[in-house]
């Protein structure tokens, strides 16, 4: 990762974690991600933008496998997603032979746009739901 890129990661992240994620985890139609945390053992709740397709829900991560939940989904890949108010439980996989920027075109465009502008490592996650 080039200089540029890591200080960019260092201040969307801390954006991300301290002011966006904070916010927008709490509304109430706002799409998250549940992961358990790797070292603590407690939820993680993530805000994301993606889209279910029938039993999958499918996300991309803006910085790969240095965003703090993909690198809980490799620890423990059970997690959670609240859809619409509503919580799936499901497995997440890490998807890096899938065309990212491509899967962004099928996701929410808000959403997508901010994962272009701000992503440096993309990475495509499915999640296979159970309930």
Same mark, same amino acid.
């Given at each position: 990762?080039?200089?540029?890129?890591?200080?960019?990661?260092?201040?969307?992240?801390?954006?991300?974690?301290?002011?966006?994620?904070?916010?927008?985890?709490?509304?109430?139609?706002?799409?998250?991600?549940?992961?358990? $945390?790797? *070292? &603590?053992?407690?939820? +993680?709740?993530?805000?994301?933008?993606? @889209?279910?397709?029938? /039993?999958?829900?499918?996300?991309?991560?803006?910085? $790969?496998? *240095? &965003?703090?939940?993909? +690198?809980?989904?490799?620890?423990?890949? @059970?997690?959670?997603? /609240?859809?619409?108010?509503?919580?799936?439980?499901?497995?997440?996989?890490?998807?890096?032979?899938?065309?990212?920027?491509?899967?962004?075109?099928?996701?929410? /465009?808000?959403?997508?746009?901010?994962?272009?502008?701000?992503?440096?490592?993309?990475?495509?996650?499915?999640?296979?739901?159970?309930?």
């Amino acid at each position: 990762m080039s200089r540029f890129d890591e200080n960019k990661f260092r201040a969307v992240t801390w954006v991300q974690r301290h002011i966006a994620n904070p916010l927008t985890r709490r509304l109430p139609l706002q799409t998250v991600l549940e992961t358990t $945390g790797r *070292k &603590s053992g407690l939820p +993680r709740r993530t805000p994301v933008g993606g @889209r279910r397709v029938g /039993r999958e829900f499918w996300l991309v991560s803006e910085y $790969g496998e *240095k &965003s703090q939940y993909v +690198r809980n989904i490799q620890a423990d890949p @059970r997690v959670r997603v /609240r859809i619409m108010g509503k919580w799936h439980t499901g497995t997440a996989h890490l998807v890096p032979e899938d065309d990212a920027r491509a899967r962004l075109k099928s996701l929410p /465009r808000l959403n997508s746009a901010a994962v272009r502008a701000v992503g440096t490592n993309l990475l495509t996650v499915r999640v296979d739901l159970i309930d």
